[in-house]
């Protein structure tokens, strides 16, 4: 530690060295920074300036943590504040599965229980995936058109699709943000609601909504997926090594009827954080007996050589051409198409989009994942035709 600076020195207008400074705290600092203005006033104005504006910066560092001092804390104790770049300001947060229960909080006396115990399952990432979450909405729009009963002097046609309706579907927005596939079943179910006429029974009108749902999906759905699965298998040939990412019920089916069918080929199942769905494609492709590989996202170029076709799943198809889907699918799209490898996307037409997205910041979706010990999976058995590749 230096000696303190005679007063003669001072008194002579010298400014001080930093290795003669004494490291204090913020008053100290201020105190120092106060004497030092002092001290410059036979000086010329640009170094009284100049020693003003030092005087304003250590005061200033003093309150933020005490100069070096408060630096090293937060650098011990984790990143400021002020330093975080947050670039996703402009996505509102999912409420946590906790607060979707208190009907104190969120007004939900009117919610329909199956819409609550959906709700949940949403923001605990319990049902994934386009398909999957649109059909079991409206399986449970179903439940609420079966217990539905319009209040008198009202009919279903004005009182089910806005006054009952909205608020069950504002429900599970609140969960989780609405998919397009699901933005077009609600289109499609407030569509056949206008078709139904006043004079009809409610009883009637009631069956006649379930069935048009039951004819949704098993239409736009369920048979949609089973002509992709056809057409898809056409390009798979005996000896590809097949690469898909994360999952998809559509590649999925793919991959196993063609399998079914007597083919013989190898998959690659590439998988990221924060669900790991690909664990779960894994599973059932061992199941069925295919030679399966597993990387993460950052191995892909160590299996690239090897691959020959790619299948995709999508969460939507924009009007543009462009492909909505999970984060990721982009890279590995690109670096496919470096490699002249052939990228096959699997999209049912209900999947089809009017929007176009000039950018992938405003699409993406905020959320709270929980635990990654939810989604740990069992270890596959030695005898199936598996290969672990691990990311060091």
Same mark, same amino acid.
């Given at each position: ?123 605990? *990432? ?248 939810? *989604?740990? *999976? ?15």
């Amino acid at each position: 530690m230096s000696s303190p600076r005679p007063a003669s020195l001072l008194s002579q207008g010298r400014p001080a060295t930093p290795s003669s400074a004494p490291a204090q705290g913020a008053q100290g600092s201020g105190q120092a920074a106060g004497g030092a203005v002092k001290a410059n006033k036979g000086k010329s104005a640009k170094d009284q300036a100049k020693a003003e504006k030092a005087a304003r910066r250590a005061a200033a560092k003093a309150a933020q943590g005490g100069g070096r001092g408060g630096d090293s804390a937060s650098q011990a104790g984790g990143p400021s504040h002020a330093d975080t770049l947050q670039p996703f300001l402009h996505l509102d947060l999912p409420l946590p599965s906790s607060s979707l229960s208190h009907s104190s909080k969120l007004n939900t006396a009117n919610i329909h229980p199956s819409i609550l115990r959906l709700a949940l399952e949403y923001s605990e *990432f319990k049902i994934v995936g386009a398909n999957a979450r649109c059909i079991a909405m409206l399986e449970a729009f179903k439940d609420i058109i079966n217990s539905y009963t319009p209040p008198p002097q009202t009919s279903l046609t004005r009182h089910l699709p806005t006054t009952h309706l909205n608020p069950q579907i504002a429900h599970l927005i609140r969960a989780r943000p609405l998919s397009v596939s699901m933005g077009t079943a609600i289109r499609f179910l407030k569509y056949e609601i206008s078709l139904i006429e006043m004079e009809m029974p409610l009883e009637e009108a009631k069956s006649l909504l379930i069935s048009k749902i039951d004819s949704f999906i098993r239409d736009r759905i369920l048979l949609a997926s089973r002509v992709i699965e056809q057409h898809a298998i056409e390009k798979i040939n005996d000896g590809d090594v097949i690469l898909t990412y994360a999952r998809s019920s559509v590649v999925e089916g793919v991959l196993l009827e063609a399998k079914r069918q007597g083919k013989e080929f190898s998959v690659v199942v590439v998988d990221s954080r924060p669900l790991y769905e690909g664990k779960h494609l894994l599973h059932s492709l061992r199941l069925a007996s295919i030679p399966t590989t597993y990387v993460l996202l950052p191995s892909l170029s160590l299996v690239l050589p090897r691959i020959s076709l790619c299948l995709l799943g999508t969460h939507a198809l924009l009007s543009n051409g462009s492909m909505f889907s999970r984060a990721g699918t982009a890279m590995v799209a690109m670096m496919l198409k470096e490699k002249g490898v052939p990228v096959v996307c699997c999209c049912e037409t209900y999947k089809f989009s009017e929007r176009i997205m000039l950018d992938s910041i405003v699409g993406n979706e905020r959320a709270e994942f929980p635990s990654a010990a939810r *989604f740990r *999976f069992p270890r596959p058995a030695l005898r199936s035709p598996l290969t672990l590749t691990h990311d060091l």
